[in-house]
């Protein structure tokens, strides 16, 4: 099992050509907080533009700000 904790950081003008532009979180048993994070101008061609969380990544996002991200379909995206 992982845990990943990012705190205080910034995702900017970041791209991924399919998804999760700002932060692509996958795992099969795991978590992820993403605590005071600013994800700006980042972009995804498909899934989430700031954030996509996959497989069975269990998210916690607190006091993060997302402007100006872009992706054809979520800016922000959890998919199981």
């Given at each position: 099992?992982?845990?990943?904790?990012?705190?205080?950081?910034?995702?900017?003008?970041?791209?991924?050509?399919?998804?999760?532009g700002?932060?692509?979180?996958?795992?099969?048993?795991?978590?992820?907080?993403?605590?005071?994070?600013?994800?700006?101008?980042?972009?995804?061609?498909?899934?989430?533009?700031?954030?996509?969380?996959?497989?069975?990544?269990?998210?916690?996002?607190?006091?993060?700000?997302?402007?100006?991200?872009?992706?054809k379909?979520g800016?922000?995206?959890?998919?199981?």
């Amino acid at each position: 099992k992982c845990a990943v904790n990012i705190l205080n950081s910034k995702f900017e003008n970041n791209t991924a050509t399919h998804r999760g532009g700002g932060l692509f979180c996958y795992t099969t048993d795991g978590t992820a907080l993403v605590h005071s994070c600013n994800f700006k101008n980042n972009s995804a061609t498909n899934y989430g533009g700031a954030v996509l969380a996959s497989g069975k990544c269990n998210l916690t996002m607190h006091n993060t700000v997302a402007t100006g991200n872009a992706s054809k379909l979520g800016l922000l995206k959890e998919q199981l």
